[in-house]
């Protein structure tokens, strides 16, 4: 077989899975406070993880020690998404561990390892994947200057969902492809204005790249657009990514944003920049929802050089004790509620 044969059976191999993918999904989400016992993962990963989770892991008991006596609510440590664990199994995530993950309803999930190039995919854009938590909502908030912004970034799909299913001909010409499906914006977007409605936001903006990118940005945009005309008292915009880069760091447009809808890959970069305002990556927290899982997560990586360094006792628990929060939130049915406010000193907060 030619490369271009092989190319070509690669790619139908990639669309009956896309296929078959749409056909399981559901945008209709399990509602936690109705569940007798909501298990919470704490899945450990590489680096300062460990270090950060151990104190995520003392604000969760303390804060949850009524219902954790109670049952209602039951913690669980996950230890084998480990670096070492994941290269001795070759797998992102091992089966076992996966099946571990599995029978947990919410996940306060540590970052892991992502070696760069070949070899293992990503554990966490695997675990996204596996658990179909389509929406990355990741909340920057700097009151002070009139900053409150929140971004839905689509979390199973564009570039990321077949970032590891590229493919190279022996001449030298790599290609790697990018995915768009009408269920899967559809329900991103419905959760990006059915927020905006519950929170009296009035502006959703939609961010793509659909002058350029036609077939899968242009379909993410008609579709927000789309689901935006049932939300009459919404106005919708849409910006290209390079220009909403430069109007985020615009202090007289800024502020008037309020929530984001956009394809993953956007959504991740943008979600630094935002970020980095309120104090860094790592005074963010992120959501990963499903229908029937979540999963929680700080913005920032695995740090190896604080740990080279000897210095991963300095690691700053910031980003995933907001993550905590944001996991207390949806668990309590209150998404966007002060009860579970973690107050972090703003002294911790800018480092
Ligand atoms: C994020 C991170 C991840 C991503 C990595 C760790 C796979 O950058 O959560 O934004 O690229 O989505
Ligand atoms: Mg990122």
């Known amino acids: 077989m030619n490369d271009i044969d092989r190319a070509c059976a690669a790619f139908r ?12 999904m559901t945008a209709e989400r399990v509602d936690y406070t109705k569940k007798a016992t909501v298990t ?13 989770m151990e104190q995520a892991v003392r604000v969760l008991e303390a804060l949850l020690a009524d219902e954790i006596a109670r049952g209602s609510i039951a913690l669980r440590r996950i230890c084998g998404l480990t670096i070492e664990n994941r290269l001795a199994c070759n797998q992102a995530v091992p089966d ?43 909340p920057v908030t700097i009151p002070e200057q009139g900053i409150d912004w929140t971004f839905f970034r689509e ?36 959760l990006a204005y059915d927020f905006a409605r519950k929170n009296h936001k009035t502006r959703v903006s939609i961010v793509t790249k659909a002058n350029i990118i036609k077939a899968t940005d242009g379909k993410f945009l008609k579709l927000c657009q789309a689901v ?9 915009d849409d ?8 109007k985020l760091v615009d202090k007289k447009r800024r502020t ?36 029937q899982y979540a999963m929680f997560e700080a913005v920032h990586g695995t740090a190896p050089r604080l740990i080279a360094d000897g210095e991963g006792d300095y690691a700053n628990p910031a980003s995933i004790l907001k993550a905590a929060e944001l996991l207390l939130r949806l668990v309590h049915g209150e998404e966007n509620g002060e009860k579970d406010r973690i107050m972090i000193e703003p002294e911790l907060v800018e480092g």
């Open 13 to 24: 191999t990639l669309l009956t899975e896309q296929q078959a993918r749409v056909a399981g």
């Open 40 to 52: 919470i993962g704490l899945v450990d990963g590489d680096g300062i993880v460990p270090i950060i």
């Open 96 to 138: 076992d561990v996966l099946d571990e993950i599995l029978a947990c309803d919410v996940l306060l999930n540590g970052q892991t390892t992502t070696p760069m190039g070949g070899g293992l995919e990503s554990a966490n854009v695997k675990l996204r994947r596996a658990l179909d938590l389509y929406a990355n909502v990741r």
């Open 155 to 190: 979390n199973t799909e564009g570039a990321y969902t077949l970032g590891s299913c590229g493919f190279e001909t022996e001449d030298g010409i790599s290609v790697d492809f990018t995915i768009t499906t009408t269920d899967g914006t559809q329900r991103i977007a419905e």
């Open 228 to 236: 935006g005309e049932k939300y009459p008292e919404i106005t919708t």
């Open 239 to 246: 910006w290209y990514i390079d220009i909403m880069t430069a």
């Open 256 to 291: 008037d944003f309020q929530v984001f809808v956009l394809p993953n890959l956007y959504g991740d970069i943008i979600t630094d920049e935002a970020a980095e305002f309120q104090g860094g990556v790592g005074t963010a927290g992120s959501a990963n929802t499903g229908s």
